[in-house]
């Protein structure tokens, strides 16, 4: 997998995970209702949701690329089309933070309930299988091997953990949600310039 296609798959997933919604709203309940711990495991757990998503995307567009050629060229411009959507959906958004944290319930999270949390916001929420299809399509080449796709899915499993990690330990010390309901509009919108930069790729390969 050439660099410049790791690294662009990286830096969406990392906007993609950044951009504010219910589980980052999840993460931050657990670590202000119980502790960062908590907050973590929902973090961990979160991302083996995403990570099912992501191992079963490459290993769809792998069949798709060996039994159906002209398929996957339909499901390359249409995630193309899914990802320019997003894109300007993201650039269309007020930047009112989706986080009610001022209303968080006072209350004691265990460490199954919260592990719970983290993966069935992930796991449940079908749209993140629809989103790495379409971004994967963008970088999967017919001579692609496993390793390669592996290597895509465990990057984005890892970014979403490592993000959500980070936004139990800083939390823990109430520091992150001024920061992140000050600077909500410029991440969705250049999660949103991104999203379009890498759906205009595909008009030019």
């Known amino acids: 997998m050439p660099l410049s296609s790791w690294l662009s798959v990286v830096a ?3 906007l993609g995970a950044m951009s504010p919604g219910p589980s980052l709203a999840v993460v931050i309940r657990n670590t202000m209702s119980s502790s960062r ?3 973590m495991i929902s973090g961990i757990a979160h991302c083996l949701g995403v990570g099912v998503y992501a191992l079963l995307a490459t290993a769809g567009l792998g069949v798709l690329i060996t039994g159906n050629p002209l398929l996957f060229k339909a499901l390359t411009w249409g995630g193309a089309a899914y990802l320019a959507w997003l894109g300007i959906k993201a650039l269309r958004a007020s930047g009112t933070p989706a986080l009610a944290a001022g209303n968080v319930a006072e209350e004691h999270v265990s460490t199954i309930k919260a592990a719970r949390d983290g993966f069935l916001i992930s796991f449940l ?3 993140i299988a629809v989103f790495f299809l379409a971004l994967f399509s963008q970088f999967v080449t017919p001579d692609m091997g496993w390793q390669a796709k592996t290597i895509m899915a465990f990057t984005a499993t890892a970014i979403d953990g490592l993000w959500y990690c980070f936004i139990a ?3 823990g010390h109430g520091a992150i949600l001024p920061f992140l309901r000050r600077y909500t509009l410029w991440i969705t919108r250049a999660t949103g310039v991104l999203l379009l930069a890498v759906a ?3 008009a030019f390969l």
């Open 37 to 39: 711990r908590m907050g």
């Open 200 to 202: 205009l790729r595909v």
């Open 12 to 14: 969406i997933c990392m």
């Open 125 to 127: 929420n079908p749209k």
């Open 169 to 171: 330990a800083v939390v």
